[in-house]
């Protein structure tokens, strides 16, 4: 089994940034990882993906140039630094492991099997 705890959310104005983490326990050896979002009243939707080697990421449109995913496999750690916070990305995020590894539907929830319990982010205008 594999636990994840995110942290690093929080509450910040627009134009600032913000940095998460997601520690691991468990096995995730060779799995891809995500970072997945949802605002109050909405459906959770994709923020990000990284595989195992870090050779491949994925960004979803809305945050492209603004957001970077990056992993530390020594530390079973995934980071999601966010910049130009922008009102629209509050939500709680959640990271999450797929154990199929990195494929062409990363982008897509039911591809991830464990889940943290979400961080919450809000920014302000």
């Known amino acids: 089994q594999v636990q994840l705890v995110e942290s690093g959310g929080g509450l910040v104005q627009a134009g600032g940034f913000l940095r998460l983490s997601c520690a691991a326990s468990g096995r995730t050896f060779r799995n891809a990882m995500g970072w997945f979002r949802q605002a109050p009243g909405k459906e959770r939707k994709f923020v990000s993906a990284i595989s195992w080697s870090s050779r491949s990421t994925s960004y979803a449109d809305s945050v492209k140039g603004r957001f970077t995913i990056s992993r530390d496999n020594a530390k079973n750690t995934v980071y999601l630094q966010m910049n130009s916070l922008k009102p629209e990305d509050t939500a709680v995020y959640y990271c999450?492991?797929?154990?199929?590894?990195?494929?062409?539907?990363?982008?897509?929830?039911?591809?991830?099997?464990?889940w943290g319990q979400g961080t919450q982010v809000t920014v302000s205008s």
């Open positions: 999450a492991v797929s154990t199929k590894g990195w494929g062409t539907m990363i982008n897509v929830e039911y591809e991830y099997d464990y």
